[in-house]
C-alpha cells in the first residue's frame, strides 16, 4: 500500500456475551466507539463509517455490519479500518489471518489494531499471529468451560435442552425442569399404547394426520405463534416421528441428555454420540407413561424390527436413487414385501411409506417388474444404435435443438452480455462516485442512483453463475450423446441387469399410480436417461416437427 495522508475510515466494534470477563465497561460498544473516534479525529483521517455488531460471537464471520463493511471497502467507500484490538475484528484464527495478511492488502485498505500495535501499513507486524492465536484460546477455553457447567448439570438430572420434548414443557419457575404439557400428553400415551398393541408407526402416523393433529414440530411453531421457516412433509406426521417418540426414555420419568454434541467450537454442526457417552438419570420428572408400558411398547417394536429385518444384509438395490414418484416427486424406497421365504423387493413412494396415505399413494412396483421393463428398453435403442448409430446421433442432437434442450450457443451469448453488463455498470458507478466527490452531483441522488445499480448488480451476480453452467453444459452436450449412445450399444446382447448399467445409462425412472383403462389396471413407467431423457418422446416430438 502507497504511504498517503489521510484515509477514509470504517471504525469496526464487536461485543459477543462470551465477553464479560469482568471488564464489560472498558470492552462495551460506546467506549470501543470513542476511542476509535478518537484515534481518527487524533490522525486528521475522514470518518466514514462506524460498524457495530453487538450481541455476535468473534469465531464466525457472519455478522451483518461485518459484511455491510466489506460491501463499502469492494465499493471503495472506504479504504482504512481501525478496530480497538484484534480480537474485536475476529477470534477465528485462521479468518482473522485471512483478513489481515490477504484480504486486506489485497484491496488495497489499511487495517489497525490499536491496542495490539497492529498496522498493516507498517512492517512491525511479527505479533499479529501470535495475538490471533490468544484470542482465538479465548472463545476455545470458554466453550469447554460452558460443555463442563453443561455437563455437570446434566448429570444431576437437569435438562439442558433449548427445547422441551413433545409432551412436556419447561417450567417457569426453574427452567432446568420438565414438567407435563397436558395439551398434547394424551397423545404421547395413545402412541406408546397403540405401539403396544400391535400397530405400526406409519398407520399411526397415518391417523394422526386424518385428525389434523399437528405434529412436534407444527406444534412447537405454533406455540411459539411463528411460523415454520420448513414448509414440506416435516409439517406432518412420519412414522420416524412416531419413533422418536417411543424410543425417548424421558416419558418415563428419566433424563436422557448428550446424544448431540458440537463439532468445535467453531462449528454449529452436531454430531450423534456412541450410546455409551449419554447421560442417563432416572426418575427426574414426572412420567407420561408407566414403565409397564413402556416395557411392553419397547417388546413390541423389537419384535416388529427382527420381523422385517431380512436375515443378511442385502446389497444396494439396483434402482437405488433412481425411482421418483409421478405425483409428489419423492424417491421410492425399496422394501421386501410378502412372507418370509417368498419375499420380492417392492419399490413405493418415499412420502407415503414415511407418512401414509395422507400425503401421497403408494406408487407400488416390483423390482423384477421394473427390470424387465428397463432391460427391454436398453436392449430396443441398442439394437437401433447397432444398426446406424451415426444416424441415431444425429437424430438425437437435432432432435434435442429443436425441442430446446440445447438452444445453440444462446447461454453463451446471455452470458457475455451478462458480463459487459456488470462492466458497464461497475465503470458507472466509479464516474458517478467522481461526481458526487467532485461535488457535481448531489449526495441523495448519488445513493438513489446506486441502489438500483447495486439492484442490478445482484441481480447478475445471481444469473452469471447459473449461465455458465448452462454453456458448459452446451458445449458438452453432443459429446455427452454421442458417448451415451457409445454406452449403451455395449449392452445388445445382455441378459442380466445390474447396478452400474443402470447408474450409467439412466438418469430416472418415473413411475405413476396403478389407473383403469378398459378395465384392466395399467401404470405407467418412464424413464428419463441421462443427457438425453426420455428418448422415445424425444424422437417422436421430432418426427411431429418433421
Known amino acids: ?39 481518527v479525529k487524533e490522525k486528521g483521517w475522514n470518518l466514514v463509517e462506524a460498524y457495530i455488531d453487538d450481541g455476535f460471537s468473534g469465531t464466525n464471520f457472519d ?13 471503495g467507500r472506504i479504504n482504512c479500518v481501525i478496530t480497538k484490538d484484534l480480537s474485536r475484528l475476529g477470534r477465528n484464527y485462521s479468518m482473522t489471518g485471512y483478513y489481515t495478511d490477504e484480504y486486506f492488502p489485497e484491496q488495497n485498505v489499511r487495517y489497525i489494531a490499536i491496542n495490539d500495535g497492529v498496522d498493516t501499513m507498517g512492517s512491525n507486524n511479527d505479533f499479529a499471529a501470535f495475538h490471533n492465536v490468544i484470542n482465538e484460546y479465548y472463545p476455545r477455553d470458554i466453550s469447554r468451560k460452558v460443555r463442563q457447567v453443561k455437563k455437570s448439570n446434566a448429570a444431576k438430572g437437569m435438562f439442558m435442552g433449548s427445547r422441551a420434548p413433545y409432551g412436556y414443557k419447561k417450567s417457569l419457575i426453574d427452567k432446568h425442569q420438565l414438567i407435563i404439557d397436558e395439551d398434547v400428553a394424551h397423545i404421547v400415551r395413545r402412541i406408546f399404547e397403540d405401539i403396544a398393541n400391535g400397530e405400526n408407526g406409519r398407520r399411526i402416523a397415518g391417523q394422526l394426520n386424518a385428525e389434523c393433529i399437528p405434529c412436534p414440530r407444527a406444534y412447537y411453531y405454533q406455540n411459539l405463534d ?4 420448513r414448509k414440506d412433509e416435516s409439517m406432518v406426521w412420519g412414522s420416524a416421528s ?17 446424544q448431540r454434541q458440537v463439532v468445535s467450537f467453531k462449528s454449529k454442526k452436531r454430531r450423534k454420540t456412541d450410546p455409551e457417552e449419554w447421560i442417563i438419570v432416572e426418575n427426574t420428572h414426572e412420567a407420561i407413561i408407566p414403565r409397564d408400558l413402556w416395557d411392553e411398547a419397547q417388546k413390541m417394536r423389537k419384535t416388529r424390527e427382527h420381523f422385517h429385518t431380512p436375515k443378511v444384509e442385502r446389497e444396494v438395490s439396483i434402482f437405488a ?3 421418483r414418484c409421478a405425483d409428489c416427486g419423492s424417491i421410492m424406497a425399496g422394501s421386501l414385501r410378502g412372507n418370509e421365504g417368498k419375499q420380492k423387493l417392492t419399490y413405493r413412494c418415499g412420502r407415503y411409506a414415511n407418512h401414509g396415505k ?14 424387465d421393463i428397463v432391460l427391454n428398453d436398453i436392449r430396443s435403442y441398442a439394437k437401433i444404435a447397432e444398426n446406424d448409430k451415426q444416424s441415431l446421433t444425429n437424430q438425437v442432437i437435432r432432435a434435442l435443438k429443436e425441442t430446446t434442450i440445447i438452444e445453440s450457443n444462446v447461454a453463451e451469448r446471455q452470458l457475455v ?31 438513489s442512483l446506486l441502489s438500483d445499480y447495486e439492484k442490478d448488480l445482484k441481480e447478475l451476480e445471481e444469473k452469471i453463475p447459473v449461465l455458465r453452467e448452462q454453456a458448459k453444459a452446451e458445449a458438452g452436450q453432443e459429446d455427452n450423446v454421442k458417448r451415451w449412445i457409445n454406452n449403451i450399444s455395449k449392452y445388445l446382447k445382455v441378459e442380466k441387469l445390474d447396478r452400474f448399467m443402470a447408474r450409467e445409462l439412466i ?40
Open 1 to 39: 500500500m502507497k504511504m498517503q495522508n489521510s484515509f477514509d475510515v470504517g471504525i469496526y466494534t464487536r461485543l459477543s456475551r462470551d465477553d464479560n470477563n469482568g471488564n464489560l465497561e472498558s470492552m462495551s460498544i460506546g467506549n470501543q466507539r470513542q476511542i476509535l473516534s478518537d484515534y
Open 63 to 75: 455478522r451483518p455490519d461485518f459484511k455491510r463493511m466489506l460491501k463499502d471497502i469492494e465499493k
Open 226 to 229: 411463528k411460523e415454520n421457516p
Open 242 to 258: 412416531v419413533l422418536g417418540i417411543i424410543e425417548n426414555q424421558v416419558y418415563i420419568g428419566d433424563m436422557v441428555q448428550g
Open 321 to 323: 436413487g433412481l425411482i
Open 358 to 371: 395422507e400425503v401421497c399413494s403408494s406408487h407400488n412396483i416390483r423390482e423384477e417388474v421394473l427390470v
Open 417 to 447: 452480455a451478462a458480463e459487459n453488463k456488470v462492466d458497464e455498470i461497475n465503470s458507472t458507478v466509479k464516474n458517478l462516485y467522481k461526481e458526487k466527490v467532485s461535488g457535481k452531483m448531489p449526495e441523495t441522488f448519488f445513493y
Open 507 to 546: 438418469d430416472t425412472i418415473i413411475v405413476s399410480e396403478f389407473y383403469k383403462v378398459d378395465g384392466k389396471n395399467v401404470q405407467d413407467v418412464t424413464i428419463n436417461y441421462k443427457f438425453v431423457g426420455n428418448l422415445g418422446e424425444l424422437l417422436a416430438k421430432r418426427k411431429e416437427v418433421a
